[in-house]
């Protein structure tokens, strides 16, 4: 991966970051740390070469597999209210899909423990974000609705596909004093955007918006023997 290719030129360019970042800071992002990492994030190289030119659109881009690397405002509000939240130093995602908002989580929280299902953007993302040399995530090839309970509990969990029901391996891996940020609804149709927080004796739920997400699937990886 060359120095030009991680700065970009023309649509891809860094002039085209800040445009994005200038954005999303319209629509109501308000944290300047999350508008740095967005300026400071080469989204081009999450997605397909033949779709960079489209990377600094707000909009959500197919990655493969039947997902999506998300609209930039989405990823950009769930991180904003993650660290809002909580003190999000180690911070587990559900759903590694490209790399992207990983990546952003990275230049933000000390540690990024990231679990993705499908073995193909597993490999993909993994081997993108060592190249791009973001040295604190950890990566796992499982169903993310499990966790990582080895290194739980986490200040923070963020689910980046939608859920029917919160799953309660999620719940019991949240610490004291911190927040989920995920999706909730049916797929197919509009989902909202929810933040939960544990205190003592129990967890408090606060819905955010609509978004839509493809949903949060169980079960092993169909396309691994």
Known sequence: MSPTSKTGIGMTSQRTRDRLAARLQDKG??????LSAIRSTPR????DEALASRAYEDTAL???YGQTISQPYIVAKMTEVLLANSPA???????????YQAALLAQLVNKVYTVERIRELFNQSRDRLRKLSYRN????????????????PYDAIMVTAAAQEIPESLQQQLKVGGCMVLPL????GAQQLLLVKRTASQFERHMLETVYFVPLIQGPDPSVA
């Open 44 to 47: 081009h190289l999450f997605v």
């Open 137 to 152: 995530i950890r990566f796992k090839w499982s169903d993310g609705s499990w966790g990582w309970q080895e290194y739980a």
């Open 89 to 99: 130093q180690s911070v587990l995602e559900v759903g590694t899909g490209s790399g």
């Open 185 to 188: 609804g049916a797929s197919g």
């Open 29 to 34: 992002i308000t944290d300047n740390q999350v």
């Open 62 to 64: 197919p990655i493969g």
